[in-house]
């Protein structure tokens, strides 16, 4: 799996909201067992997000809102088959965990 590979949600329970989530971790780290990702969820233009921290990611041709402040570790093995890749779209996602870390 490559470094923005976006892949459905493995949680059944979230996947309705959450259908995607998207592997921002390096490919440098690939040894390790787990990914880090960010959910990506069903774009909703009545909820109020910061755009810094939430910025819309295409995904598939559907918007998706990337919820960095939820960024986790999921195991590689529950990460089946790539849908998508956002690579060209890296840049929002490096700025939203830029604003989860630092607040700006």
Known sequence: MAQYDVFSNPSK???D???????IQSDLLD???TR??????????????P?????LIVVKGERMQALAHYTAPLPKKV?????DNVAAQSS???????????GI
């Not at 880090?36 to 997000?49: E, G, N, Q, S, V």
Request: charged content about 10%; overall charge positive; glycine content about 2%.
């Open 36 to 49: 880090l990702t960010i959910p990506l969820a069903i774009y909703d233009a009545t909820i109020k997000a």
């Open 79 to 83: 990460l089946r088959r790539a849908v």
């Open 17 to 23: 909201g959450i259908p995607y989530v998207v592997v």
């Open 51 to 55: 755009t810094a921290l939430c910025p």
């Open 31 to 33: 040894a390790l067992s």
């Open 13 to 15: 329970s979230a996947a």
């Open 92 to 102: 929002l996602l490096v700025a939203a965990v830029d604003a989860a870390l630092s």
